[in-house]
């Protein structure tokens, strides 16, 4: 009789199993739908439930840090970023959003902390460096724009950017000089 049971029984468990992973993916879907409709703030519960049942799945709790970033949640996403990337050590992107949510909440100073840290780890990712230096020179970070520019101007990719932020920074220098000779102005 025992043997008659087993078959319908691991059936049953299978149906299960497959009935949760439809309804995980159903809520997936519905976190996706909310934070394409904006609402980041619901779309981040969502995530964060999905998360914390599959806790090995790296783009879920990048999801659901990404929506808590979106909602303005920016404490919740610099901390949640920062035991992400504990977790998963290769995945920079917990340190980018830990990074813009520490500089958006007003902590720009762990902000270039974090940053500095992943340009240790990503010394090749210069137009993301680039980026940084302009929405650092954007944001009055001004120091540290002009600790980027300086590392970027070697980069021949990115010299020119760099040399308009340090001539923008520093009228009447040497670097209005070079970038006149890079861009042949007279």
Not at 51 to 56: C, G, L, M, R
Not at 75 to 81: D, V
Not at 133 to 148: I, K, P, R, S, V
Not at 149 to 171: F, I, N
Request: aromatic residues 8%; proline residues 3%; negative net charge.
């Amino acid at each position: 009789m025992k043997r008659y049971l087993l078959p319908p029984l691991l059936l049953l468990m299978l149906l299960a199993s497959g009935c949760a992973s439809t309804q995980q993916g159903q809520a997936i879907q519905r976190a996706d739908r909310l934070l394409a409709e904006g609402n980041a703030l619901e779309a981040s519960r969502l995530y964060a439930t999905a998360a914390a049942k599959h806790p090995k799945d790296a783009k879920l709790s990048y999801n659901h840090l990404y929506a808590l970033f979106l909602a303005e949640e920016y404490e919740a996403a610099a901390t949640g970023g920062e035991a992400a990337f504990a977790r998963f050590p290769s995945n920079l992107e917990f340190l980018r959003i830990q990074a813009r949510a520490l500089s958006q909440g007003g902590e720009r100073a762990r902000s270039e902390e974090v940053w500095r840290t992943l340009f240790a780890l990503d010394r090749g990712d210069h137009s993301l460096k680039a980026q940084v230096m302009e929405e650092a020179y954007q944001g009055g970070q001004l120091a540290f724009a002009e600790e980027l520019a300086k590392e970027l101007v070697s980069v021949p990719s990115q010299e020119q950017q760099a040399l308009t932020l340090l001539s923008a920074l520093h009228e009447g220098s040497w670097y209005e000089a070079a970038l006149a000779y890079l861009t042949h102005q007279d």
